[in-house]
């Protein structure tokens, strides 16, 4: 006769290998969960999945037209089009997964007041669609670089780090997020804006080299924009970050994760009674 877990909830910090087995033993729910976030996101939709290309398309476009057309921004010898284009590739990603995980609880008050699971998969379980998206963007990205002469190096094997990088920062702010989004709703506000802010003071428009020398430190120190100049780097073969600056983004996304769940894990068992 097997033998039937039993789950006390109470006061007392939760092991993380404790919390990675739990998250594990209820994979299959994370996979219905991931399969019924992309269903859900191209149900009822004329175009479907062209609208993963269309959308950083038509952004690239207006960059293209506003700072490199009318701004005349430098683009390190690349057509303008590419360049904004792998910046925003990994922007999207990066936005994607902050933006749903961020309102994964609020958005399925069932599941969290009626059965028990851990609550991190509902935000985790956003990554698997957001890279579904990002992989029909890089297809289109290489097939646009091809027609224009340009196909990927050897940097492009780099790109896996910088996609682990993004998904370490959006997570941990995301799993954030979700948690204060359940006792202050002015979170599902406010983070729309800071995320159009960090748009414009990372470097998907311009690139490092566009920033006056005295404003370099306050500009890397946002840790998006080394990760996103790997990416162009990766794409492109655009001067890559520093070790210092890559170093300091590695730290940061660690942080922002480890820091994430334990503000999740704080609020956690007040989820309930709440949402």
Known sequence: MSTVPVVRIGEGATSPFRTLREIWNYRDLFSALGVRDLRLRYRQTFLGIAWVVLQPLAAAGIFAFVFGTIAKVPTDGQPYLLFSLAALTGWNFFSSVLTRASASLIQNPQLVTRVYFPRLILPIAVVPAA??????TLVAFLGIAAMQGRTPALAFLALPLVILLLGLLALGTGFAAAALAVRYRDVQYLLPVAIQLALYASPIGYSSSAVPLRWQVL?????????????????LGTPAPTVPQLTYSISAACISFLAGVWVFRRIERAFADEI
């Open 219 to 235: 500009y890397h120190a946002n840790p998006l924009a080394a990760p996103l100049e790997l990416m162009r780097w990766s794409l």
């Open 131 to 136: 890279l579904v998206d990002l992989g029909v």
